[in-house]
């Protein structure tokens, strides 16, 4: 599709001109097109690199289209009430200069974000104009935390998930495969699988038969379609189907048996093979993705009635499984390549916080702010925080007051991790302490940490004094804006399918939570001077 000529001049009979009257100096609509729309504008140049110049009819003006899918998320609105809004709503008119198009276009839009690597141009737009307006510095206090966002999926039984995948494998095969060519026993599968239905007041026994039979099925069924051509060996749901039953069955007795239990990070349902099934803790369990939220972290706090200057910075889309030290590297990468520096202090929970992180942190000249983990339990013996280590000295002091200076450095060939083994050996036998230290059928008291011990010994020291208390209070507000994103903009519930639809989405909602703050920040101060 071609480019349609575009002008930022609105026209003379426009909104603008005619009803600028009706909207009040701090209204939002008004505010989006004074703030907003000039920095959809100028980021064109970005947008025509999604369309050819010349070829084919002219295309939907895509500065109005990317206005659109943050007003959307803005006002909490779907495709089609968007443009519906966008042909009736005089706001919408006066913030996006132009007329409606037809809802279908947003689809076609977002895909075509998708498919040349600008899902985060919105988000990134936004911020640009926030660190120009000098509301957001390139290098600040930030915070940082996670939240689940739930698939547009229900969880199924693994005989469930294996049947539907199967029918959406022979539904796909029926229409690549002539039916001369399909062998005997299809028309069984099809009765099975596309045909019948499953009765779920069977009993657990017949459920688990069934269950063994789709495996059977789906092996001859992938045995058969490896004599086919290369381009139906690697359609979408015939490689599904081989991930199906990699992950539900096992062989067993020169048979295919479903697994007894589901293994971690499997395929829950086929119509979304990204959304993972995951348990956060004894309640707390989704299928979905996981999102990091990070935003700027004010020195002191503001007066009551004065609105947030606090703006988000990233928020970048995970799997469900990922941890939150792999989503802390993703979001400091994310950062750098929007132009953000390092944060001097990020504020963090305990899961973020590990010796490596901080090690990391201070090389490249940051803080990373919470609380450390304690030491694993070893059943007996004292944990290794009763410790006293020196990593640069080579030496313990233990619980007793024994020193140890009996250090090995232990290093792994396969991912080059490096700790350090200290051992008390003959100072172990006529201490006092033995029985509370040393566990039993151990001859003498040894304790393994890793490289950067240190650092973790001086947090945890330092999370007993009150000054830590005092600076960790700057991290409580980032559960407010997640909050803010759940209630305001439906984080926790994605609209699309698939992890790149639903990082979009993020994306769009974290603009949208920027353009409301900037608004409200704006009206704010318009209606003190008034």
């Given at each position: 599709m071609s480019l349609p000529v575009f002008s930022r001049q609105e026209s003379l009979f426009g909104v603008g001109s005619l009803a600028d009257k009706l909207f009040a100096p701090a209204d939002r609509f008004r505010l989006f097109g004074e703030k907003i729309w000039p920095l959809l504008a100028a980021a064109r140049p970005e947008l025509e690199t999604m369309y050819c110049a010349d070829?084919?009819?002219?295309?939907?003006?895509?500065?109005?289209?990317?206005?659109?899918?943050?007003?959307?998320?803005?006002?909490?609105?779907?495709?089609?009430?968007?443009?519906?809004?966008?042909?009736?709503?005089?706001g919408w008119k006066r913030a996006l200069h132009r007329a409606a198009y037809d809802p279908s276009l947003l689809t076609y839009f977002r895909d075509r974000l998708l498919a040349h690597?600008?899902?985060?141009?919105?988000?990134?737009?936004?911020?640009?104009?926030?660190?120009?307006?000098?509301?957001?510095?390139?290098?600040?206090?930030?915070?940082?935390?996670?939240?689940?966002?739930?698939?547009?999926?229900?969880?199924?039984?693994?005989?469930?998930?294996?049947?539907?995948?199967?029918?959406?494998?022979?539904?796909s095969?029926?229409?690549?495969?002539?039916?001369?060519?399909?062998?005997?026993?299809?028309?069984?599968?099809?009765?099975?699988?596309?045909?019948?239905?499953?009765?779920?007041?069977?009993?657990?026994?017949?459920?688990?038969?069934?269950?063994?039979?789709?495996?059977?099925?789906a092996w001859a069924l992938l045995t058969w379609i490896m004599t086919l051509p290369v381009a139906v060996q690697t359609h979408e749901r015939v490689t599904l189907l081989a991930q199906v039953f990699d992950e539900y069955f096992e062989g067993v007795d020169q048979a295919w048996r479903g697994r007894r239990q589901r293994l971690s990070g499997g395929v829950v349902n086929p119509h979304e093979p990204e959304a993972q099934w995951r348990r956060k803790g004894p309640d707390k369990m989704w299928i979905g993705y996981q999102v990091q939220v990070a935003e700027?972290?004010?020195?002191?706090?503001?007066?009551?009635?004065?609105?947030?200057?606090?703006?988000?910075?990233?928020?970048?889309?995970?799997?469900?499984?990922?941890?939150?030290?792999?989503?802390?590297?993703?979001?400091?990468?994310?950062?750098?390549?929007?132009?953000?520096?390092?944060?001097?202090?990020?504020?963090v929970d305990g899961a973020y916080v590990s010796a490596a992180v901080m090690a990391?942190?201070?090389?490249?000249?940051?803080?990373?702010v919470g609380p450390a983990q304690p030491s694993a339990a070893t059943g007996t013996g004292y944990r290794a925080e009763r410790f006293v280590v020196s990593i640069a000295?080579?030496?313990?002091?233990?619980?007793?007051?024994?020193?140890?200076?009996?250090?090995?450095?232990?290093?792994?060939?396969?991912?080059?991790?490096?700790?350090?083994?200290?051992e008390w050996s003959w100072r172990c036998h006529a201490c006092a302490q033995r029985a509370a230290c040393v566990g039993a059928g151990q001859a003498h008291r040894s304790l393994v940490v890793g490289e950067h011990h240190d650092l973790l010994q001086a947090r945890r020291r330092e999370m007993s004094t009150s000054a830590f208390a005092g600076r960790m209070k700057r991290r409580a507000a980032i559960e407010g804006t997640?909050?803010?994103?759940?209630?305001?903009?439906?984080?926790?519930?994605?609209?699309?399918?698939?992890?790149?639809?639903?990082?979009?989405?993020?994306?769009?909602?974290?603009?949208?939570?920027?353009?409301k703050r900037w608004l409200r920040l704006t009206a704010w101060k318009l209606e003190a001077v008034t």
């Open positions: 070829n084919g009819r002219a295309a939907a003006e895509p500065v109005v289209l990317l206005g659109v899918s943050v007003l959307q998320f803005l006002e909490r609105a779907p495709d089609r009430q968007a443009m519906e809004h966008l042909a009736m709503h005089l690597e600008q899902g985060r141009l919105a988000f990134d737009t936004i911020l640009d104009g926030l660190r120009e307006a000098g509301l957001v510095s390139k290098r600040t206090r930030q915070r940082l935390d996670s939240t689940h966002v739930l698939g547009v999926v229900r969880q199924m039984s693994s005989l469930e998930c294996v049947r539907e995948t199967l029918r959406l494998a022979l539904e095969l029926a229409e690549a495969v002539a039916e001369a060519g399909r062998p005997a026993v299809w028309t069984q599968w099809w009765e099975r699988y596309v045909e019948s239905n499953l009765d779920y007041r069977a009993e657990a026994a017949t459920l688990w038969a069934k269950l063994d039979q789709a495996g059977a099925d700027t972290a004010a020195e002191q706090p503001l007066p009551a009635a004065e609105p947030t200057r606090q703006f988000l910075t990233a928020v970048e889309t995970q799997s469900a499984l990922a941890s939150d030290e792999a989503g802390l590297e993703q979001v400091l990468t994310a950062q750098e390549a929007a132009g953000q520096d390092k944060p001097s202090q990020l504020y990391a942190a201070r090389a490249q000249d940051w803080e990373l000295q080579r030496q313990a002091l233990c619980p007793a007051g024994q020193i140890s200076t009996q250090c090995s450095r232990l290093e792994e060939a396969a991912t080059g991790k490096v700790q350090y083994r200290f997640i909050s803010e994103l759940v209630r305001r903009f439906g984080l926790r519930q994605a609209r699309y399918r698939g992890r790149r639809k639903v990082a979009l989405q993020n994306w769009l909602i974290g603009a949208a939570c920027n353009v």
